[in-house]
């Protein structure tokens, strides 16, 4: 089992709709961390949360810490948000290392 | 800041042949790691450091080394390369836990192809 499970894989919205894509981890952390892919392009960090709630333009994020789920939601959404969402947590454990969820590949279509 | 700065971009090897892929932060960041990112799967980390000359391996070490002789560089030697390590790199850092806002920085990634 992986530490890391997203959902859905896959998604393909309208442009205008709001979006969700939820991680569940099994391991303690200290941080989880949403992550951005476009088609061949780098990874860029979106948000870093411990708790609670951040908003970042259309980009909301949150997390229950005693569920160990956090969901990443878009709203409004639009065809230049389609990349590959990525749910990363960071261990609390030594060596800090990172677990990655497969991604949530996003399409939003005109 | 820089941030992360990965290279090369790209890169062809024959099999057998050798290479070092560079990784520098200009951060202050202790913690580096080097992932590899194959076709529809997650990361998965090769080797990560938790400070100048403290190097570890992760979950795919195989066929990698690295060294961190300096806090901003994280080198990644691959020796005799062969096909299975065909993949996307990518050179991450981050800092300490006990910093509560450093967000996971990435280098901009190096495509291997090797044949």
């Known amino acids: 089992k992986n530490e890391v499970e997203q959902s859905p894989q896959n998604l393909t919205a309208q442009e205008g709709e709001f979006i969700t894509i939820n991680c569940s981890y099994s391991v303690g952390i200290s941080a989880l961390h949403w992550l951005q892919q476009h088609p061949g392009g780098g990874i860029v960090s979106l948000f870093m949360?411990?708790?609670g709630k951040k908003k970042h333009g259309r980009l909301i994020a949150t997390i229950n810490i005693q569920e160990k789920h956090s969901s990443l939601h878009i709203t409004a959404s639009h065809p230049r948000d389609s990349a590959v969402y990525i749910c990363?947590?960071?261990?609390?454990?030594?060596?800090?290392?990172?677990?990655f969820g497969t991604g949530t590949s996003l399409t939003v279509i005109p | 800041n820089a941030g992360v700065t990965q290279t090369p971009k790209f890169r062809i090897l024959k099999i057998g042949q050798s290479m070092t892929l560079q990784c520098t932060q200009d951060?202050?960041?202790?913690?580096m790691y080097w992932y590899r990112q194959d076709p529809g799967m997650g990361l998965k980390l090769i080797y990560y450091?938790?400070?100048?000359?403290?190097?570890d391996k992760g979950e795919v070490p195989n066929g990698y080394n690295v060294s961190r002789s300096t806090t901003e560089d994280f080198p990644l030697r691959l020796e005799l390369a062969a096909p299975s390590q065909t993949s996307v790199y990518f050179c991450a850092s981050v800092g300490g836990s006990g910093v509560r806002n450093s967000p996971l920085h990435f280098g901009n990634g190096t495509r291997l192809t090797v044949t």
């Open positions: 949360l411990s708790s």
């Open positions: 450091s938790v400070g100048a000359g403290i190097t």
């Open positions: 990363a947590v960071r261990s609390g454990r030594a060596g800090n290392q990172f677990y």
């Open positions: 951060m202050n960041h202790n913690y």
